[in-house]
């Protein structure tokens, strides 16, 4: 059983707009994280988040977890098509690093 | 290392046979997963062996599958009878002692039971 629902489920939009995408549950997360997967590839990881309200950013990606760890957003900026793909989100809500995977957003970014 | 290896890339076969799939971890890993993914949703997790032991596994993991890790490195997972619902993207990752919450990803292989 899926516990982390993901929105939306796909997402079009031009290059250079900005965009955000959902990661929600009703199970508190120890740690949370965000991948990126391509056709044809396993996902790779993007970022790890573990304290409550927790911000990181790697370039124009920022990635927040929610103050009570159950929800989680990832906010793109100017949107590239290299950053086509899909995103997923993963918790592992015992702490022993056995991550549940989100439904996924599929993103395409349009020249 | 050039990462998580997974051999076959894509494997069909007719319903009822056996298959099965073979995950290299990076080496040194300690931890080493094995997750399903059908289209269109992320990844199910299946099992997953610390070294040589395989501690646990999810009910979606029927008694028609089965995974060894018996030396601690490579890992197998063996799929007897198949079904047509058990083709998917079967995944693999792995991660060491010291980083367990970061999980690199194989290829995966790619099943189509016709």
């Known amino acids: 059983t899926q516990l982390l629902e993901q929105s939306p489920q796909f997402l079009s939009i031009q290059e250079g707009e900005n965009l955000t995408v959902y990661c929600n549950s009703s199970?508190?997360?120890?740690?949370l994280q965000w991948y990126r997967q391509e056709p044809g590839e396993g996902p790779v990881l993007l970022v790890t988040?573990?304290?409550?309200?927790e911000v990181k950013k790697l370039k124009r990606l920022t990635f927040q977890f929610g103050d009570a760890r159950k929800d989680s957003s990832l906010h793109i900026t100017a949107a590239q098509p290299g950053d086509t793909g899909l995103y997923l989100c993963a918790g592992d809500y015992s702490g022993t690093y056995k991550y549940i995977f989100g439904t996924g957003t599929r993103l395409k970014v349009l020249a | 290392d050039t990462g998580v290896s997974q051999d076959p890339r894509h494997k069909i076969t007719k319903r009822g046979q056996n298959v099965t799939f073979r995950c290299d971890p990076i080496s040194e890993h300690n931890r080493l997963y094995w997750y399903r993914q059908t289209l269109g949703q992320g990844p199910e997790f299946l099992t997953y062996?610390?070294?040589?032991?395989?501690?646990?596994k999810s009910r979606l993991l029927s008694d028609r599958f089965s995974a060894e890790r018996p030396k601690g490195s490579f890992s197998t997972l063996e799929i007897q009878r198949t079904e047509q619902g058990d083709s998917a993207m079967y995944l693999c990752?792995?991660?060491?002692?010291?980083?367990?919450?970061?999980?690199?990803f194989g290829p995966g292989t790619r099943l189509l039971v016709l």
């Open positions: 199970s508190v997360f120890s740690s």
């Open positions: 988040v573990v304290t409550g309200g």
């Open positions: 062996f610390q070294n040589e032991a395989q501690l646990e």
């Open positions: 990752a792995s991660s060491e002692r010291s980083r367990q919450e970061t999980q690199y």
